[in-house]
């Protein structure tokens, strides 16, 4: 028995904001977006298109890719930050509108380093459990929802999207995921966070009125850790896998920034010719980012069917990971 991923999709809001629309918005300019970043547009949501909307979308085309469909679905996990509605889960959104009848539904949030956090845990969950032979694994953000369209820091760095996987439990032996270490440090919360809409600071008129319910960022602090815990990680991984970084066919990282992903391809000595980005596009879209990368790279033709994969990720709580997948 393998648990294998059989199927990726991905989706973007039609809306695209470039950097030259936030000049209108915020004090800022597209040549210092693009060189300290590497972003150039994003996608933002519509009012009324809302996370599990996205994901719905996502997993349609994943399952498609699978040849499955939504009603053989034993499991539907969902990796974010913005959910739909604080009750119910935004996995029991997705499950309705994908008419996904008896499948197990949650959410969870790790952050940026939700779809790595999400492939470990779907793997396990299916190894454990014979209930479980499909399942939905969905990365997913609207965080124009939470970005405060003000804070020139924050504001020209996020977009909107989702990235999903199907799992399947296969007679075929192996899995996908090759190994796995997933880790996080809750002492240096308050580098990245939004501080209102939970019971600690609840979205009261005063709350909002100092614009708590917003993302919050200490950029470069943030920018410095993101380096280090992902190579680190990287590096455990692969010791894991009894894998060198030459074995790599792809890295992909998540896509938050083009320095960030630089610096991590050069310390792990990946050529850049096999660093995959598209960030300039999408801006940072936290969970979805590595299954987005990765559909358009696996649709594209770029990444084939036996390659080793390197995925690395790193976002708020402070939580970080890398997997190594056998596509
Ligand atoms: O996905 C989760 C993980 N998140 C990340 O990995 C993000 C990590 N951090 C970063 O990507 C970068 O730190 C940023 C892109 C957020 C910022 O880049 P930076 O090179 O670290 O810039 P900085 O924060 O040190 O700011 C440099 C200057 C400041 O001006 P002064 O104090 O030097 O006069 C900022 O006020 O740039 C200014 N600045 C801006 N200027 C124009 C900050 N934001 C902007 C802006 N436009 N949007």
């Not at 199927?7 to 209108?24: A, C, H, Q, W």
């Given at each position: ?31 210092w977006i693009r060189t300290r970043t590497g972003i150039q547009e994003r996608r933002i949501a519509s009012d009324t298109e809302y996370t599990s909307d996205m ?254 994969l390197l995925l690395t990720a790193f976002g708020g709580g402070m939580t970080w990971g ?6």
């Open positions: 028995m393998g648990i294998k991923i059989v199927g990726i999709g991905s989706y973007v809001p039609e809306r695209v904001l470039t950097n030259f629309d936030l000049e209108k918005i915020v004090d800022t300019n597209d040549e994901a719905e979308m996502a997993a349609r085309r994943a399952l498609e890719m699978a040849g499955s469909f939504a009603d053989q679905l034993d499991l539907i996990v969902l990796a974010t930050v913005t959910p739909d509605t604080r009750l119910p889960s935004a996995a029991c959104h997705v499950q309705r509108k994908l008419g996904a009848r008896s499948a197990a539904c949650f959410d969870f949030q790790a952050a940026c380093a939700g779809s790595v956090y999400g492939i470990e845990l779907v793997t396990a969950m299916m190894k454990n459990n014979r209930k479980y032979k499909k399942a939905l694994l969905v990365g997913c953000e609207k965080l124009s929802s939470v970005t405060n369209w003000s804070d020139r820091n924050t504001c020209v760095l996020f977009g909107d999207a989702a990235g999903a996987f199907i799992f399947e439990k296969t007679k075929e032996s192996g899995d996908t995921l090759l190994a796995s270490v997933i880790s996080a440090n809750g002492a240096d919360y308050e580098m990245l966070w939004i501080p209102g809409g939970g019971c600690q600071l609840p979205l009261t008129k005063e709350n909002v009125d100092s614009n708590l319910q917003y993302i919050r960022m200490e950029g470069n602090k943030v920018f410095k850790i993101a380096v280090t815990s992902m190579v680190n990680s990287c590096h455990e991984v692969l010791e894991a896998a009894h894998l060198k970084s030459e074995d790599i066919d792809w890295l992909i990282p998540h896509q938050a920034n083009m320095r960030i992903i630089g610096a991590v391809g050069e310390r792990l000595k990946i050529p850049t010719e096999k660093v995959i980005s598209n960030l300039w596009k999408y801006g940072n879209t936290s969970a979805a980012s590595i299954g987005l990368a990765l559909d358009e790279a696996a649709r594209s033709g770029k990444v084939k069917k036996g390659d080793r890398s997997s190594i997948l056998r596509w």
